[in-house]
T-cell receptor, first 113, second 115 residues
Framework: ETGVTQTPRHLVMGMTNKKSLKCEQH?????MYWYKQSAKKPLELMFV???????ENNSVPSRFSPECPNSSHLFLHLHTLQPEDSALYLC????????????FGNGTRLTVT | EDQVTQSPEALRLQEGESSSLNCSYT??????LFWYRQDPGKGPEFLFT???AGEEKEKERLKATLTKKESFLHITAPKPEDSATYLC????????????????FGKGTSLLVTP
């Protein structure tokens, strides 16, 4: 399997649930990203990991918790979310972090009820 | 702060009717400008990277150009399969430890090409 794979594709969760989003890249890249995409808004960078070390946290609420166990896998742990957190969550990877294009997965469509 | 503005928000073309999408940007030193295509229910797909004013890149019916203030994505003789949302993003020089990795995206242009 090639590219960037995200699971699940769709997720519905209540405000008190705990769930995790998973991302796996098969491109040999060393940087991984979480982005949030909401309707009518630009993509928002959430977290960046480079060589498994978190290098950027873009003022994201603590109810979102990332984890990068190795350079191929990235998780986003979710707990006590709000309805306004409903969005498409996109994972991406790149070779290095400067001037390198991002390669995106197809995202997880999250609905918080 | 880096800013990216795309216009128009939406564009409807007849098959074969050429046009251009605009991406205006403000950045403190451009490292790269990126164009992506996004189909409904999918993640953005990388198209081009442009690094300096005057640079041009082509892929099939698409041609991207760059000036110091804006980029254009020219679509020549489009087909229905070119229908998608086209996203522009810029990466500026590192200002501090929290800005070096960010791609700043525009809101996109939604393109519909009808037969």
């Amino acid at each position: 399997e090639t590219g960037v794979t995200q699971t699940p594709r769709h997720l519905v969760m209540g405000m008190t649930n705990k769930k995790s989003l998973k991302c796996e890249q098969h491109l040999g890249h060393n940087a991984m990203y979480w982005y949030k995409q909401s309707a009518k808004k630009p993509l928002e960078l959430m977290f960046v990991y480079s060589l498994e070390e978190r290098v950027e946290n873009n003022s994201v609420p603590s109810r979102f918790s990332p984890e990068c166990p190795n350079s191929s896998h990235l998780f986003l742990h979710l707990h006590t979310l709000q309805p306004e957190d409903s969005a498409l969550y996109l994972c991406a990877s790149s070779v290095g972090s400067y001037n390198s294009p991002l390669h995106f997965g197809n995202g997880t469509r999250l609905t918080v009820t | 702060e880096d800013q990216v503005t795309q216009s128009p928000e939406a564009l409807r073309l007849q098959e074969g009717e050429s046009s251009s999408l605009n991406c205006s940007y403000t950045v403190s030193g451009l490292r790269g400008l990126f164009w992506y295509r996004q189909d409904p229910g999918k993640g953005p797909e990388f198209l081009f990277t442009l690094y300096s004013a005057g640079e041009e890149k082509e892929k099939e019916r698409l041609k991207a150009t760059l000036t110091k203030k804006e980029s254009f994505l020219h679509i020549t003789a489009p087909k229905p399969e070119d229908s998608a949302t086209y996203l522009c993003a810029v990466q500026g020089v590192v200002v501090d430890s929290n800005s070096g990795y960010a791609l700043n995206f525009g809101k996109g242009t939604s393109l519909l090409v009808t037969p």
